[in-house]
T-cell receptor
Framework: DQQVKQNSPSLSVQEGRISILNCDYT??????FLWYKKYPAEGPTFLIS?????DKNEDGRFTVFLNKSAKHLSLHIVPSQPGDSAVYFC??????????FGQGTRLTINP | DGGITQSPKYLFRKEGQNVTLSCEQN?????MYWYRQDPGQGLRLIYY???????QKGDIAEGYSVSREKKESFPLTVTSAQKNPTAFYLC???????????FGSGTRLTVV
């Protein structure tokens, strides 16, 4: 049972435009959400997070939106840059329990 | 600088041999985790440990074993019982009760 789903395996965006990565979850008890970025042959690095008591969190070019009623999370990157090309994982946490990760979305930024 | 060290970066083994992947952290984190990444399947949890001398199975523990004798170390053994051991293995650590993990740089295991 996949509790966190990223339904788009890949996404291609032109440099300078907005990239929107989506994530859906099934457990309404999740109280914290995170996005990780991963380059090939490297470990994931933390990008941005949001608590379930908020609906938006912004950090520079990155904004995460949370729609609790729809159980939907999205990451916006504006403007997209070539260095943003990577695999992005969303993850959800329930209290102090271990994180549950989505399958990942490969983002490619085209010049 | 604090961090997680996984070694080696690349590992080759013959089929039927056990192999141990190293994971060491100097972040003073209590919890440690092992994940496996396969193309199109995201990160799947193998084992995790929230305290020294204690660990629990994750979603895909069959064919793997771990130990947690020291806070800093959480080695993973891939046994000959693991049917498809070729993969990219990631170790992570965290402070229980705090969100977010710190990941190592991974070990790519290839079994031939």
């Amino acid at each position: 049972d996949q509790q966190v789903k990223q339904n788009s395996p890949s996404l291609s965006v032109q440099e300078g435009r907005i990239s929107i990565l989506n994530c859906d979850y099934t457990n309404s008890m999740f109280d914290y959400f995170l996005w990780y970025k991963k380059y090939p042959a490297e470990g994931p690095t933390f990008l941005i997070s949001i608590s379930s008591i908020k609906d938006k969190n912004e950090d520079g070019r990155f904004t995460v939106f949370l729609n609790k009623s729809a159980k939907h999370l999205s990451l916006h990157i504006v403007p997209s840059q070539p260095g943003d090309s990577a695999v992005y994982f969303c993850a959800a946490a329930l209290g102090a329990q271990k994180l549950v990760f989505g399958q990942g979305t490969r983002l490619t930024i085209n010049p | 600088d604090g961090g997680i060290t996984q070694s080696p970066k690349y590992l080759f083994r013959k089929e039927g041999q056990n192999v141990t992947l190293s994971c060491e952290q100097n972040l003073n984190h209590d919890a440690m985790y092992w994940y496996r990444q396969d193309p199109g399947q995201g990160l799947r949890l193998i084992y995790y440990s929230q305290i020294v001398n204690d660990f629990q199975k994750g979603d895909i523990a069959e064919g793997y074993s771990v130990s947690r004798e020291k806070k800093e170390s959480f080695p993973l053994t891939v046994t000959s019982a693991q049917k498809n051991p070729t993969a990219f293995y990631l170790c992570a650590s965290s402070i229980p009760g705090r969100k977010g993990y710190t990941f190592g740089s991974g070990t790519r295991l290839t079994v031939v």
